[in-house]
């Protein structure tokens, strides 16, 4: 089966995760294409299983000695962002850089949509604009179960090669019942990026602040002097932050401070923030921030009217993996040899390999030639996809 049916197949399951379930896989249709998959690495004659969590995984025996045990991994589940029911791809071929209509109401231009540039004179494939896509991270896994394929038929000689299929990545769950007692990877790659080459080793430091606000409500009439209005308080410690540490005002490495959620009466107020930054001491710094700010309203009102509770939620892959650069190394060589060019930027994000990767699988991020994620103008290159297999195959090398 070639890499296009198979990417087809998978984008048409309906794999959407749900964050408000509880469950694992968040939602039971994610097995679905689990189990399409098990089939699939079945025919292929490698062993494989599906657990109780939904998770697939599959191990290409080693055919030699003295080589790595190198594992490949990619998510299941599509966006809760946008619509992921009922996909309906549609395949351009040779691109010319004109504006792509998806339907009557929704067009695509390359003025607006940069990504759309990087694809001029590809095959690519787009949505029908009325749901994402689902290349991510359906692309990865076409990509992988592609590469498995040519694996089996080919006689290239490798050590262990791991496969894992994992759901609810996008609701920030994907590494935590990853199966490491199996996965005896040495290292291993997610193929979870955008434009193919893409090497990704670094992520946000990322934590939450939730912030309460205690006031004191007293009847409107008579509160001369003696009134705390919780709300008030609220913006006055928003508006203490560095103005320009906002997402709207940063890029590249700028860490940032936003605001995602804001609730409150008189008398108590939330505020809801994340935090994010590539660097740890500014990170560290950014946090500390915070209960400097707490500490100021606290004195300055004369009781504790400001709690602040921030937790870590993952941290930046590079303060593992730039002890031990191996798995970066031979991604950029194999991209080389593959004959496309690599690159590496800081992702603006978090990923389930910098997860992995401190749960002791060192786990660098791919590009896998999708674009324009979590929505209706997501879209595919088949060259890229094809050039992402090349790439693991030379990796395996
Ligand atoms: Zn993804």
Redesign the pocket.
């Known amino acids: 089966m070639d890499i296009v049916k198979r990417f087809i197949n998978y984008v048409k399951i309906d794999t959407q995760s749900n964050e408000r379930s509880q469950t694992c896989p968040s939602t039971e249709k994610q097995k679905d294409l689990g189990n399409l998959l098990l089939k699939e690495l079945k025919e292929l004659q490698i062993p494989s299983f599906m657990d109780e969590n939904g998770y697939v995984y599959g191990k290409i025996n080693k055919t030699t000695e003295g080589k790595k045990a190198i594992g490949f991994i990619a ?1 299941m589940d599509t ?1 809760p962002d946008a619509p992921g029911a009922n996909v309906n791809p549609r395949i351009i071929k040779h691109y010319d850089g004109s504006t792509i209509k998806l339907n009557k109401d929704l067009s695509m231009s390359p003025d607006t949509f940069e990504s759309l540039r990087h694809v001029i004179g590809e095959d690519i494939i787009v949505t029908d604009g009325n749901t994402l896509l689902g290349a ?2 359906k692309a ?1 896994i076409a990509i992988i179960m592609d590469f498995a394929a040519k694996v089996m038929k080919s006689n290239i000689p490798h050590g262990d090669i791991y496969i894992g299929f994992t759901p609810d ?2 609701i920030g769950r994907g590494a935590d019942l990853f199966d490491l007692e199996f996965f005896k990877a040495d290292f291993a790659y997610t193929l ?1 990026g955008s434009k193919v080459g893409g090497i990704e080793y670094e992520n946000f430091n990322a934590a939450s602040a939730a912030i309460k606000i205690i006031g004191q409500s007293i009847h409107p009439g008579s509160a001369k002097n003696k009134l705390i209005n919780a709300m008030h308080l609220a913006m006055e410690f928003h508006s203490m932050l560095p103005p320009f540490q906002n997402p709207a005002f940063t890029e590249g490495r700028e860490g940032f401070n936003h605001l995602s959620g804001m609730t409150g009466e008189v008398e108590v107020a939330y505020l809801n923030y994340i935090l994010r930054n590539h660097d740890m001491k500014e990170f560290k710094r950014q946090q500390a921030f915070f209960y400097d700010v707490r500490d100021y309203l606290n004195h300055k009102y004369g009781y504790n009217c400001i709690e602040v509770t921030i937790k870590e939620s993952y941290l930046n892959m590079y303060e593992v993996l730039k002890k031990d650069m191996t798995s970066v190394e031979l991604a950029r060589e194999a991209t080389i040899k593959a004959g496309v060019e690599p690159f590496s930027d800081p992702i603006r994000g978090g ?1 389930d390999g910098a997860r992995l990767t401190y749960m002791g699988l060192p786990t660098p991020n791919l590009g896998t030639g999708g674009f324009n ?1 979590h929505g209706r103008y997501e879209f595919a290159s088949i060259n890229q996809m094809k050039k992402a297999v090349n790439i693991c195959l030379e990796i395996i090398k």
């Open positions: 998510h966006s991510d991270d990865g990545e996008e979870d990923t994620f």
